[in-house]
């Protein structure tokens, strides 16, 4: 057996392929499939404090990725085939004021938005694109509610292939649209939303042989586990108790549950943290169905209850509709994948208004970290499982802010600047409100008088 291998999920087919094998799915029995390790054949230090060197003898791209420091656990890349546009430089920053507006003691901001894209979504393409160069494929595609499709066009500019774009449309945040157009990806603007994007791309990859981008692929998966080297690390590796986390096709919530349990098998971790996957009410599948009692159970999951579920959104024609457009998906490809990291890690699920979302946005601006609309979930929800006694009070927790604030601006001055009636207008179907929190713009006559008077009376109120 080779070092690396995919590897189905489902544990009754359990099937494996070569890594050179291009599989959307198992061609078995359609579920996901997992790249998985012979971790005795592989080299790995004594303890994790030892991972993630920054020093790496081997090609000088190597000490610009903060994902491929953490080389060692993926090893499916041939060294010569890492790609990167320098990923991964990230941080993990303590927020005081955050912590007083959730109610806990100890609360930290993972902030993935200082990728070259601006979400954490390169991570993942790091592990895509090395396996795309591996497999030698000249044209990728995705589905995207944006970020997806900023970070596969950058990376596919910087590698030379070329990139097809599927987006439902309408609904692309500006931030996110001017990326993939600037990058040069062909960008398909599909009339409807993310859901039917992601049906749309999969069965064209399969025709075309283009290859597919989307967190399906199990070697973007392998990228997104860096995020927790990094959470981990930046707590000197002592092991926080939550780990929260945005859920949109859930990926995110995938990947990090298979960080945390291969580090402990392995014997580098002596415990897990909890994992919380948080939700918009305006998409809450995952929501929904976990409240409903669906498990990963071992890997016999109850899919007569998943498809009851769809077939529900599809006679109600329920779309997915929220302000936190990176998570605004109904129909999350890595469903399974995330109930097993759930299980796993002891896990919990929630789903959070677009008030509360928008809300906790601007209390983490407040500590001079922007970041979008659905990254400011994992911090609402935070909140909400704080005051249903869930997450203690004295917890170490971190959530990850998942994209830049610089990808949808107009959500943000809407929410700071707009009266109730305009804001109403244009985010009504959200409905959001105007905000104690918001920070007013101050309109003031070009008089030298009337703005002191302006800066006085604010200083005064202060
Ligand atoms: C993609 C994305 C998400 C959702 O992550 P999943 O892995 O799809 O659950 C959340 N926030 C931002 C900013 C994103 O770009
Ligand atoms: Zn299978």
Not at 20 to 45: M, N
Not at 97 to 119: C, I, M, T, W
Not at 134 to 161: E, L
Request: charged letters at 20%; glycine letters at 10%; proline letters at 4%.
């Amino acid at each position: 057996m080779e070092v690396a291998y995919q590897k189905c999920i489902n544990p009754v087919c359990g099937a494996t392929f070569g890594i050179e094998e291009i599989l959307p799915a198992c061609p078995k029995c359609g579920e996901l499939l997992d790249v998985t390790y012979d971790w005795d054949k592989v080299e790995l230090p004594a303890k994790a404090a030892d991972l993630g060197a920054f020093t790496k003898p081997s090609g000088g791209f190597c000490r610009v990725s903060g994902v491929w420091r953490f080389g060692q656990m993926m090893p499916f890349a041939s060294e010569g085939k890492r790609a990167t546009i320098g990923e991964g430089h990230t941080q993990l920053r303590p927020a005081p004021r955050v912590a007083d507006y959730v109610g806990l003691k100890n609360l930290h901001l993972q902030y993935e938005g200082l990728n070259p894209s601006g979400s954490f979504k390169d991570n993942g393409m790091a592990g895509a694109f090395t396996h795309a160069k591996m497999v030698g494929a000249k044209v990728v595609a995705c589905a995207s509610t944006g970020n997806t499709s900023a970070s596969m066009a950058a990376f596919a500019a910087n590698t030379g292939m070329a990139g097809i774009i599927f987006i439902g449309d309408g609904k692309v945040a500006y931030g996110k649209l001017s990326q993939a157009l600037d990058y040069g990806a062909m960008t398909l603007l599909i009339k409807g939303d993310f859901d039917d994007a992601m049906a749309r791309v999969q069965e064209v990859c399969k025709s075309e042989g283009i290859y597919l981008v989307n967190s399906v692929n199990p070697f973007r998966l392998e990228g997104q586990k860096t995020i927790m080297y990094r959470v981990l690390e930046g707590f000197d590796w002592n092991i926080p108790d939550w780990i929260v986390v945005p859920g949109g096709n859930l990926g995110n919530s995938s990947a990090f549950g298979k960080a945390f349990y291969e580090l402990y098998d392995l014997g580098l971790i002596a415990k897990m943290p909890r994992i919380a996957v948080i939700n918009s009410e305006g998409a809450p599948t995952l929501n929904n169905l976990v409240r409903s009692g669906l498990k990963w159970n071992g890997g016999t999951v109850d899919d007569a209850m998943i498809g009851a579920y769809y077939r529900g959104l599809d006679e109600r024609n329920e779309r997915a509709n929220t302000i936190a457009s990176a998570i605004e998906i109904n129909r999350p490809v890595n469903l399974k994948k995330c109930l097993r990291a759930i299980e796993k890690t002891e896990g919990v699920v929630r789903a959070v208004s677009d008030q509360q979302i928008i809300d906790a946005k601007a209390w983490i601006a407040r500590e001079g970290l922007g970041c979008e609309p659905a990254s400011a979930a994992s911090v609402a929800g935070t909140k909400a499982l704080v005051e249903e006694g869930i997450i203690d009070r004295d917890a170490t927790v971190a959530c990850i802010l998942t994209g830049h604030q610089l990808k949808d601006p107009h959500a943000t001055v809407a929410y700071h600047s707009y009266s109730e009636e305009d804001l109403k207008a244009d985010y009504g179907q959200y409905g959001i409100s105007t905000s104690e929190y918001a920070n007013k713009p101050v309109p003031v006559a070009n008089d030298l008088g009337q703005i002191i008077d302006a800066i006085r009376a604010k200083a005064a109120k202060n």
